[in-house]
């Protein structure tokens, strides 16, 4: 399955020239992939409260075309694999024509907080990227 989210490329993400800043396409990917757990019912905040949480391991990214201000955009984003403590994501941003403009690949871990360590991604969200309907 493929998700989609909206994003509105706004001033403040734009260099002197008018296009997308190279970071921000990141926070764009990231947002995309914190939206998709809510989708499935998971909560950064509860995450959080068990000392847990994703942090991103490895990125590959290619930077195809540049956005502008006031483009409206699609992020996608699909979970490529999942692994006992480790999600990959690919991800996509997309313009209204359907012409890529950004690429990624991340690989996220899933962590302990306090003992920043890798530890299990629970079963209750494998069980939802696996079986769940989005």
């Known amino acids: 399955m493929t998700f989609e989210w909206p994003v509105t490329v706004y001033y403040e993400d734009t260099d002197a020239g008018g296009v997308v800043y190279h970071s921000n396409y990141l926070k764009y990917f990231e947002r995309a992939r914190t939206e998709l757990l809510r989708t499935i019912g998971v909560s950064q905040q509860r995450?959080?409260?068990?000392?847990?949480g994703f942090v991103v391991r490895h990125m590959d990214?290619?930077?195809?075309?540049?956005?502008?201000?006031?483009?409206?955009?699609?992020?996608?984003?699909?979970v490529e694999e999942i692994k006992k403590a480790s999600l990959t994501f690919c991800q996509e941003i997309v313009n209204p024509e359907g012409r890529s403009l950004c690429k990624t690949m991340v690989k996220v871990a899933c962590i302990d907080n306090e003992k920043m360590r890798p530890t299990a991604i629970p079963q209750s969200i494998i069980t939802e990227f696996t079986h769940g309907d989005r």
């Open 61 to 78: 990214i290619d930077f195809l075309h540049g956005a502008r201000l006031d483009d409206h955009l699609k992020v996608l984003t699909r």
């Open 47 to 52: 995450l959080l409260e068990q000392k847990l």
